[in-house]
């Protein structure tokens, strides 16, 4: 089966700072990418996603980009500020259904 | 435009119990998928429904089950309960039967004594 490996587990990172998060993926036929962000209490809450057929997506200070020939993608945070602090999650989808996450990246951006 | 909606937030049971968990999806999104949360083992998928069928099972026990109805609200419950089962259940609902763009609920809190 598909096995997402993600790293760091944490990142503690200066207010304003960029950060970038980096999940690998095993098996070739995943063809749908999100990253979502966990606060605490709360639901993982899907803040940028992208697929097979495209190599970067941007949306204002966040940004993904995936290498299918190396099978990894990542994260990355611009200019971040306090509430970009909690857990982050990759994930993986094959046929748009099955899906494995990463282990999660605890952000802390220390202001 | 409401949120997933999950019932109960928190809930203690002890082993050897049953329990059934709720969510409401997002008004209009058919599909609803279910995820289990622990520190050890992260975010793991239990199973995904579309239109009342389940078309995704992940690798959990059959203890483990669920079901969808007509109006795309959703129920997992856990029979036979095992101290390994405390964790938080997360549901999440997709406006397509792709289960992409998965809108999470806040979780049931499951502890088990």
């Known amino acids: 089966g598909e096995n997402v490996e993600q790293h760091p587990s944490t990142l503690s990172v200066q207010e304003g700072d960029s950060a970038v998060i980096k999940c690998t993926y095993s098996d070739s036929a995943s063809n749908y990418f999100p990253w979502y962000k966990q606060e605490l209490g709360k639901g993982p809450q899907l803040i940028i996603d992208?697929?097979?057929?495209?190599g970067e997506k941007k949306d204002q200070r966040i940004a993904v980009t995936l290498n299918k020939t190396a099978k990894h993608f990542s994260l990355h945070i611009t200019e971040t500020q306090p509430e970009d602090s909690a857990v982050y999650f990759c994930?993986?989808?094959?046929?748009?259904?099955?899906?494995?996450f990463g282990t999660g990246t605890k952000l802390q951006v220390i202001p | 435009k409401a949120g997933v909606t999950q019932t109960p937030r928190y809930l203690i049971k002890t082993r050897g119990q049953q329990v059934t968990l709720s969510c409401s999806p997002i008004?209009?999104?058919?599909?609803v998928s279910w995820y289990q949360q622990t520190p050890g083992q992260g975010l793991q998928f239990l199973f995904e429904?579309?239109?009342?069928?389940?078309?995704n099972k992940g690798n959990f026990p059959g203890r483990f089950s669920g079901r969808q109805f007509s109006n795309s609200r959703s129920e997992m419950n856990v029979s036979t309960l095992e101290l390994g089962d405390s964790a938080l259940y997360l549901c999440?609902?997709?406006?397509?039967?792709?289960?992409?763009?998965?809108?999470f609920g806040q979780g049931t809190r499951l502890t088990v004594v």
């Open positions: 008004s209009g999104h058919r599909s």
């Open positions: 992208i697929r097979s057929n495209v």
């Open positions: 994930a993986a989808f094959r046929d748009y259904q099955k899906v494995t």
């Open positions: 999440a609902s997709s406006p397509r039967p792709e289960n992409t763009e998965a809108f």
């Open positions: 429904y579309f239109s009342e069928t389940q078309r």
